[in-house]
């Protein structure tokens, strides 16, 4: 008997210490990236283009990775939006259920698992294939493939949840599927379909393997799609592999831009989930 | 007006239709596109040369991918053997024992941890991981390292993959019906027993499917396995040495140097490679956790 208790007390501990590791693991990364990040961080950072020399430690900041990225991912959820909503409305409203949506469910849930660089490495192939040169371009379309089966899987998952009787009174007033999917369905899943986009421009503004080779990098803010454009992640990977202090610095400075971005964009997801919810039909 | 609402809605089923279809089908897109890719390579040189010579050597035509291949497997089995018990230990607390203020308070935690984006995971590891094992864990296993090593990337992908094995075993543990718990329960067990005998029991192929999944994740991460793996293309022989895996291979080689023959289909067959690997677990994981999901259903 005492023995059980022993035991029950035993695994507890190591239990609540797995947890305590990983929660800590989480805060251990943020609090690193703060501490190390801050110091080199000023306004020069968020407003100026690199000026000569700034690879050495000279003057400038990284707007043109910011903007870049925010034109990347920007561009990438525009388009995986064009995509993913319709197709998450045909899986839910018009086809419903069957082996070729269980098929789409299967082949979208697999696609997420497939590593950012082989999305690079597929990106950059089709680009030779088409002679295209490393641009603004070719990284969102790269960035879209990456990021849509996650908006589609995550819009999937709210539409989903939208109750049956809500389409079937819309169904009874005579509305076409069209006008059930876009007016009764889409609005009703609203908050959770804005998570979607959200938490999928989130993961295209993190990644760096999937731009690597397609979108290129350059100190300038691209004024054309056919440009080549800089990112955040791949702007804090050339700076640490610099030898300079100055340069790893700015490195810190700028994964620490790059966090806040994604803490912001996690934290107004939420925010919208739950103020929007209020609106919603249960 | 009647005629216009239809036809809007016959042209929009079509175009949806046909969206679906090629959204689904990308993914054959991509292994075709691959393959053809990495044909050239893979009709000029036999299978087991590529996959087991050691000699990586493209200007001379010589492209052994084994010490990768053992780079890829010794970080993935690293990452695997810390992050599995940690995160199983967790997943256990959090659906089995914690009240619903700590599940709370952990859960939104553990997606932040699931949403840094990998490159400042790989400047963790460079700022933390690497000085941790230069300076304390190779004195301490008498041996001298630069800490940019499989350890390093081991821990720093274990991190990475805890978000995906908790929440998936989360889920396949509350799959388990609440009546199997209370009749363990009722006849005496404590919980820790029930957990182990019932619960983990019930729940074992789905928490398969987690960890699988979870490999599946740490063997195509990429830029901070770069970051902080050492790149050195040597077959490793203990934890503390540098390695050089597939995904970094790609990412340090492709798009420079396109001009040696060879070179560029060696690289894509390195990305076909990891793609095989991470479908085959992906359906795997994917065909167990369906068959759980459509149990609650």
Redesign the interface.
């Known amino acids: 008997m005492d023995r ?2 022993v ?2 007390k035993f ?2 501990v ?6 305590v ?3 800590s ?2 805060i ?2 943020l609090v ?2 703060l501490l ?1 990040g801050l110091p080199a961080l000023n306004l020069a950072m968020i407003t100026q283009t690199p000026k000569g020399g700034f690879y050495l430690g000279k003057e400038g900041g990284i707007l043109n990775a910011i903007v870049g990225s925010l034109y990347l991912a920007g561009g990438a959820t525009l388009l995986s939006v064009l ?1 993913s909503l ?2 998450a ?3 839910n409203v ?2 419903r259920s069957g082996t070729f949506v ?3 469910r ?6 997420c ?10 990106g ?3 680009m ?1 294939f088409l002679k295209m040169r490393a641009s603004l371009l070719a990284g969102i379309i790269t960035i879209a ?1 990456l990021i ?2 996650i908006m ?1 899987r995550a819009m999937d998952e709210v539409i989903r949840m939208v109750p049956r009787e809500l389409v079937d009174a819309s169904d009874a007033l005579g509305a ?4 059930t999917s876009f007016r009764v369905v889409a609005r009703q899943a609203l908050p959770g379909i804005l998570t979607a986009v959200l ?1 999928a421009f ?2 295209g ?5 999937s731009v ?2 397609t979108a290129g990098f350059t100190d300038y803010i691209p004024d054309s799609l056919l440009r080549p454009a800089a990112s955040l ?1 791949l702007a ?2 050339f700076q ?1 592999g610099s030898p300079l202090n100055e340069v790893k610095d700015r ?2 400075a700028s ?1 620490l831009i ?2 806040i971005i ?2 912001a ?2 934290l107004i997801a ?1 925010w919208i989930s739950k103020k929007f919810a209020a609106h919603v039909i249960k | 007006m009647a005629v216009n ?2 036809l ?2 016959v042209l ?2 079509r ?3 046909i ?2 279809i090629l ?5 054959v897109l ?1 292994i075709v ?2 393959y053809l ?1 990495a044909r050239p390579i893979l009709g000029s040189k036999p299978l087991g040369e590529l996959l087991f010579s050691t000699r990586w050597r493209p200007l001379k035509g010589q492209f052994g991918f084994f010490p990768f291949i053992m780079g890829t497997l010794w970080v993935t089995g690293v990452a695997v053997f810390i992050a599995v ?3 199983l ?2 997943s ?3 659906s089995e ?2 009240s619903t203020r700590i599940r709370r308070l ?1 859960s ?6 699931a ?10 590891g ?3 991981v690497v000085p941790l094992i230069k300076d304390h864990i190779a004195p301490l296993a008498k041996t001298f390292s630069t800490g940019y090593s499989i350890l390093a990337a081991g821990i720093v992908l274990a ?1 990475m993959i ?1 978000p995906v094995i ?1 929440n998936v075993s989360v889920e396949v543990f509350r799959s388990v019906p609440d009546e199997l718990r209370d009749a363990s329960l009722a006849l005496g067990a ?4 029930t ?1 182990k005998r019932v619960v983990l029991r019930k729940a074992l192929p789905g928490v398969i499917a987690a960890v699988v ?1 979870g490999i ?2 740490a ?5 901070a396995v770069l ?1 902080v793996a050492g790149n050195v293309a040597r077959v490793p022989h203990s934890v503390l040495d540098p390695a050089y895996p597939l ?1 970094a291979l ?2 340090n080689n ?2 420079e140097m ?1 001009t040696i023959p060879l070179y ?1 289909s060696a ?2 067959l390195a ?1 076909f490679i ?2 095989l690997v ?2 085959l ?3 795997l994981s ?1 065909l167990i956790l ?1 068959r759980i999901e459509r149990g609650i259903r």
């Open positions: 059980r208790r035991e029950e695994f507890l190591l239990m609540v210490g797995a947890t590791v990983i929660v693991s989480l251990l990364i690193q990236v190390k995509l319709p197709v409305l045909y899986l018009y086809a269980t098929f789409c299967f082949s979208f849930d697999v696609l698992g497939v590593p950012s660089i082989v999305f690079g490495a597929f950059l192939a089709i030779l493939l849509f089966p589609i076409t599927r069209l006008e938490i989130g993961r503004i993190g990644d760096a393997a690597l080779f992640p804090i990977f640490l490195a810190y994964a790059l966090t994604i803490l964009i996690s939420r | 609402r239809r809007k809605d929009s089923r175009a949806m239709f969206l679906t959204s689904a089908l990308v993914i991509i596109g691959l890719k018990p940690l995160s230990l967790s256990v607390y959090l024992y914690a952990v939104p935690l553990i997606d932040i941890l949403g840094i984006p990998s490159v400042v995971y790989g400047v963790w460079i700022l933390v991190i805890f908790i404590t919980r820790w027993q957990v999944l599946s994740r063997f195509g991460e990429t830029m970051m995904p790609i990412a492709y798009g396109l560029d690289l894509l990305a990891l793609m991470v479908l677990f992906n359906v994917r369906n």
